[in-house]
């Protein structure tokens, strides 16, 4: 709505988990309450942005694991500066696809100190709502089949990426939504969680 503040949500989650939909469903929800959103997703399709999309979907190519952590949180400097945070002030709802949560999961699984990750991201301003969609490794493996996959992508990976996103949750950073159910049920929990963060900021 014009002339208010918007809102931030961001969406974490295992891949497969259903966070493109879930975005795509709430954006058009929101807008037929008279809400503009934003889609935006991380890693952003800058120039950064793509040399980590390029490294994560070629092992021969994949940089060394620091390196990534730091590429990605420059990806976030940028992203947050020039497009959420201005988004947010125009009044739009932003929804992101990964934000700071991944790099904690997806490189703390990968045995890079958390402490680390987190002090390197500590410009990343807290969105007002994070959300978790929860599923189990195998159930977003057999999701995904057939797509063109990353170096994350593997079992025994996202084993200990979903450890780290449910220690997350109980830490309070993250909001589980139990995404094994219907899509209707889980857009029904995230629209309301949404509705009443957007709402405050009226």
């Known amino acids: 709505m014009a002339g208010q503040r918007g809102a931030f949500?961001?969406?974490?989650?295992?891949?497969?988990?259903?966070?493109?939909?879930?975005?795509?469903?709430?954006?058009?929800?929101l807008k037929e309450r008279g809400y503009d959103?934003?889609?935006t997703a991380e890693p952003t399709t800058t120039s950064i942005g793509q040399l980590?999309?390029?490294?994560?979907?070629?092992?021969q190519?994949?940089?060394?694991?620091?390196?990534?952590?730091?590429?990605?949180?420059?990806?976030?400097?940028?992203?947050?500066?020039?497009?959420?945070?201005?988004?947010?002030?125009?009044?739009?709802?932003?929804l992101c696809d990964r934000y700071v949560h991944s790099s904690?999961?997806?490189?703390g699984a990968q045995q890079l100190s958390?402490?680390?990750?987190?002090a390197i991201n500590r410009f990343a301003s807290k969105a007002d709502l994070s959300i978790y969609l929860d599923i189990t490794?195998?159930?977003?493996?057999?999701?995904?089949?057939?797509?063109?996959?990353?170096?994350?992508?593997?079992?025994?990976?996202?084993k200990k990426i979903r450890e780290i996103y449910l220690w997350l949750v109980?830490?309070?950073?993250?909001?589980?939504?139990?995404?094994?159910?219907?899509?209707?049920e889980v857009q029904n929990d995230i629209f309301n969680m949404a509705l009443d963060v957007v709402k405050r900021r009226d």
């Open 52 to 59: 980590i999309t390029d490294s994560i979907q070629d092992t």
């Open 9 to 29: 949500i961001a969406f974490e989650g295992l891949d497969g988990s259903g966070k493109s939909t879930h975005i795509r469903l709430l954006a058009n929800k």
């Open 114 to 118: 958390i402490k680390w990750i987190k």
């Open 104 to 107: 904690i999961a997806y490189q």
């Open 170 to 184: 109980d830490q309070g950073e993250l909001v589980l939504i139990d995404a094994n159910r219907s899509i209707r």
């Open 137 to 158: 490794p195998e159930v977003g493996l057999e999701r995904i089949q057939g797509r063109k996959k990353t170096v994350f992508e593997v079992l025994p990976l996202q």
């Open 61 to 94: 190519s994949k940089v060394p694991l620091v390196t990534e952590a730091l590429l990605f949180a420059a990806d976030r400097f940028n992203h947050l500066k020039y497009v959420i945070e201005p988004a947010v002030r125009a009044g739009n709802v932003v």
């Open 37 to 39: 959103s934003l889609i």
